[in-house]
């Protein structure tokens, strides 16, 4: 699995480049809108990171339920029931 800061880093360096080229072609709509971009896509990873993070931990051994207990726990509650 790829390390966080690895992740972030390439990203970063995609929108870099693309942002010097818009840059270099002195094109400000393209350099507003891909700042954005970049903005709301680390945004997006970052939400996924922390996601991928928290879903590959190891369960803590202080009487939580783990993360299969849950989603079982999960699907009982959305079981439809039969009479």
Do not use: C, W
């Amino acid at each position: 699995m790829r390390d966080r800061q690895r992740v972030l880093d390439s990203l970063e360096s995609v929108y870099r480049a693309a942002f010097a080229a818009a840059e270099g072609s002195g094109d400000a709509a393209e350099m507003a809108r891909l700042d954005f971009e970049f903005q709301r896509d680390q945004i997006h990873l970052e939400v996924l990171l922390d996601i991928r993070e928290h879903l590959s931990a190891p369960p803590e051994d202080d009487g939580d339920p783990s993360l299969l207990e849950k989603a079982q726990a999960l699907r009982n509650i959305t079981r439809l029931k039969m009479p």
